[in-house]
């Protein structure tokens, strides 16, 4: 006997608005996974390299982040499929938001004494498997928990929590004031810590047995390519988020240069250029968590979503430009705050409109991972886009411009989406 998506409650669309304490379970495990992740990548990671090697850090650091990349494009969607095959007492996702947070926090712990850089490289995956895993649980848990009319709500206090670990992750590693070991085991604390109250109050239905497929290792592997012939408005809505992604990467990749070079901060405003970085980053940080929490709940009064994703997305080329041709302090402060505006509104009402357009509901956690590879992926790509007009077509114009019409095509290929308003 076996249970439709109709009558399976996991599998059920959620009508009842979720609490608030449920909601701010969900930021914090943000929060505490984007810590772990960034106060390594900004700055804990740099150093450890530069203890194994001054002359060979740049490319011990390259080494590292690259393997480490390769995981996370991996274990996204694996872990979001495994997720959704759990039949666990405590629901599909809170057994893998636990077992991902202990992971990392292990292996950052475990970073703290890395030997060689061989032990660094493979505890870095680990870490990055054990965020990826937590991360995947909990992007599912908003479609199976969150009503549709909640979700930009919902999706925008997930994007802040977002942002907010970013701050904190730099935070700590300034805090720590390099001691990288330390600045690991706090990491590692605040990953921890970060899913304590989603664990409590989780309020995760457990999937039935019964309502879970046979097992097919052939079937669950194609299961992870989705057609875009089938699905058309799953298609278009990740290559609308890689592009986009993929602007905003090749507008923040080289601001430190952009600052020196074009800019010339040192000169002009008796700035250092990586100071400059951390005021425009911390600018562009607040202007994502307000626009990201407003623009969700806007679009859930409005009942559309498509409208605010072609508007923010606008906005973000607006920013790339305001770049490309205002090459001053000013400029970049400004081009800062557009940007910040932007990317918040989209991180917001983008995911809600994702979460409408999965094709089962069995298979949220995997095809929400199959949308995360849209926010990996465009870590390799934009170096590989953006280097080239840098060195030889146009500059930093030229770069920026570039970044302004990929976003401007993201916003086009928006309004081919067809089910959802």
Request: proline fraction near 6%.
């Given at each position: 006997?076996s249970?439709?998506?109709t009558t399976a409650?996991?599998?059920?669309?959620?009508?009842?608005?979720?609490?608030p304490?449920w909601?701010?379970?969900?930021?914090l495990?943000n929060?505490g996974?984007?810590a772990?992740?960034?106060?390594p990548?900004?700055?804990l990671l740099?150093?450890?390299?530069?203890a194994f090697?001054?002359?060979?850090?740049e490319?011990?650091l390259?080494?590292?982040t690259g393997a480490?990349?390769?995981?996370?494009?991996?274990?996204?969607?694996?872990f979001?499929?495994?997720s959704?095959r759990?039949?666990?007492r405590?629901?599909?996702?809170?057994p893998?938001v636990?077992?991902?947070a202990?992971l990392g926090?292990?292996a950052?712990i475990?970073?703290?004494?890395?030997?060689?850089?061989?032990?660094?490289?493979?505890?870095?995956?680990?870490?990055?498997a054990g965020?990826?895993?937590?991360?995947a649980?909990?992007?599912?848990?908003?479609?199976?928990?969150?009503?549709?009319?909640?979700?930009g709500?919902?999706g925008?206090?997930?994007a802040m929590g977002?942002?907010?670990?970013?701050?904190?992750?730099?935070v700590?590693?300034?805090?720590?004031?390099?001691?990288?070991?330390?600045?690991?085991?706090?990491?590692?604390?605040a990953?921890?810590?970060?899913v304590?109250?989603?664990?409590?109050?989780?309020?995760?239905?457990?999937?039935?047995?019964?309502?879970?497929p046979p097992f097919?290792?052939?079937?669950?592997l194609?299961?992870?390519?989705?057609?875009?012939?089938?699905?058309?408005?799953?298609a278009?809505?990740?290559?609308?988020r890689l592009?986009?992604?993929?602007?905003?990467?090749?507008?923040?990749?080289?601001l430190?240069?952009f600052l020196?070079?074009?800019?010339?901060i040192?000169?002009?405003?008796?700035?250092?250029?990586a100071?400059?970085v951390l005021?425009?980053?911390?600018?562009?940080?607040v202007?994502v968590?307000?626009t990201?929490?407003?623009?969700?709940?806007?679009?859930?009064?409005?009942?559309?979503r498509k409208?605010l994703?072609?508007l923010?997305?606008a906005?973000?080329?607006?920013a790339?430009?305001i770049?490309?041709?205002?090459?001053?302090w000013?400029?970049a402060l400004?081009?800062?705050?557009?940007?910040?505006i932007g990317?918040?509104?989209?991180?917001?009402?983008?995911f809600a409109l994702?979460t409408?357009?999965?094709?089962?509901?069995?298979?949220?956690?995997?095809?929400?991972g199959?949308i995360n590879?849209?926010?990996?992926?465009?870590?390799?790509l934009?170096p590989?886009?953006a280097f080239?007009?840098?060195?030889?077509w146009g500059?930093?114009?030229?770069l920026?411009?570039?970044?302004?019409v990929?976003?401007?095509?993201g916003a086009?290929?928006v309004?081919?989406?067809?089910?959802?308003?």
């Amino acid at each position: 006997m076996s249970m439709s998506d109709t009558t399976a409650p996991a599998l059920a669309e959620p009508e009842r608005r979720v609490r608030p304490v449920w909601t701010a379970g969900v930021v914090l495990v943000n929060v505490g996974i984007n810590a772990a992740f960034f106060g390594p990548l900004q700055v804990l990671l740099g150093q450890q390299a530069a203890a194994f090697s001054e002359p060979g850090k740049e490319a011990i650091l390259a080494l590292v982040t690259g393997a480490g990349a390769v995981v996370s494009l991996v274990a996204n969607p694996l872990f979001g499929a495994v997720s959704d095959r759990t039949t666990s007492r405590r629901g599909r996702r809170v057994p893998w938001v636990i077992f991902g947070a202990v992971l990392g926090a292990a292996a950052l712990i475990g970073l703290a004494g890395a030997p060689n850089v061989v032990v660094m490289m493979l505890l870095w995956c680990l870490v990055q498997a054990g965020c990826n895993g937590a991360y995947a649980a909990i992007t599912a848990a908003i479609p199976d928990r969150v009503p549709v009319p909640q979700r930009g709500t919902v999706g925008g206090l997930a994007a802040m929590g977002q942002t907010v670990g970013i701050l904190a992750g730099a935070v700590i590693a300034a805090a720590v004031t390099g001691n990288f070991a330390a600045g690991y085991v706090v990491c590692a604390a605040a990953l921890l810590a970060g899913v304590v109250l989603y664990f409590f109050k989780n309020d995760d239905v457990p999937l039935p047995a019964q309502a879970r497929p046979p097992f097919s290792l052939a079937a669950f592997l194609r299961g992870f390519w989705i057609s875009p012939v089938r699905h058309p408005d799953f298609a278009w809505a990740w290559l609308t988020r890689l592009l986009v992604n993929i602007g905003n990467h090749m507008v923040t990749l080289y601001l430190l240069f952009f600052l020196d070079d074009a800019v010339r901060i040192r000169e002009t405003e008796g700035i250092e250029p990586a100071a400059g970085v951390l005021v425009l980053t911390g600018l562009y940080a607040v202007m994502v968590i307000i626009t990201s929490v407003i623009g969700g709940r806007l679009s859930d009064r409005m009942g559309r979503r498509k409208p605010l994703v072609i508007l923010s997305s606008a906005v973000i080329a607006a920013a790339a430009l305001i770049l490309a041709f205002a090459p001053t302090w000013a400029g970049a402060l400004l081009g800062a705050s557009v940007l910040g505006i932007g990317f918040g509104c989209y991180l917001a009402v983008d995911f809600a409109l994702i979460t409408e357009v999965l094709p089962t509901a069995l298979n949220r956690g995997k095809d929400l991972g199959v949308i995360n590879i849209a926010n990996s992926l465009p870590q390799v790509l934009a170096p590989l886009i953006a280097f080239p007009f840098v060195a030889h077509w146009g500059g930093y114009v030229g770069l920026y411009v570039a970044a302004a019409v990929i976003g401007l095509l993201g916003a086009v290929f928006v309004v081919k989406i067809k089910g959802v308003d």
